[in-house]
């Protein structure tokens, strides 16, 4: 049975810090590009960051460009979102979702994704 069990969230001021962890199990992780997506209350949920399966190729969404870096360690069957500089406006439930394939014109929809993990909540506040 597939499974992404996503952690790593919490309370966290403005300009601090957060690593999040998307752990993969039942499914041959190694294949799957992993993407991160997050959706704050009241509004559409939106594509993060990607990263496809051996590391060679990282997209992100344009707001979190240097601020937020995806790694994934295949050993371990997790993948990781480094957040910094945090702003009460990166306030949302974070997921982590799996795609066997995506086109390059548009990495962070989710329209590539079949399974999706439950969440974990990152609050941005001071």
């Known amino acids: 049975q597939s499974q992404l069990v996503e952690s790593g969230g919490g309370l966290v001021q403005p300009g601090g810090s957060l690593r999040l962890s998307c752990v993969a199990s039942g499914f041959a992780f190694h294949y799957y590009h992993i993407g991160w997506f997050r959706q704050a209350p009241g509004k559409e949920r939106e594509g993060v960051s990607l990263?496809?399966?051996?590391?060679?190729?990282?997209h992100y969404l344009d707001s979190v460009k240097g601020r937020f870096t995806i790694s994934r360690d295949n050993a371990k069957n997790t993948v990781y979102l480094q957040m910094n500089n945090l702003k009460p406006e990166d306030t949302a439930v974070y997921s982590c979702a799996r795609a066997l394939a995506y086109d390059l014109g548009s990495p962070l929809s989710s329209k590539w994704y079949d399974y999706w993990g439950q969440g974990t909540q990152v609050t941005v506040s001071s």
């Open positions: 990263i496809n399966g051996d590391s060679s190729r990282i």
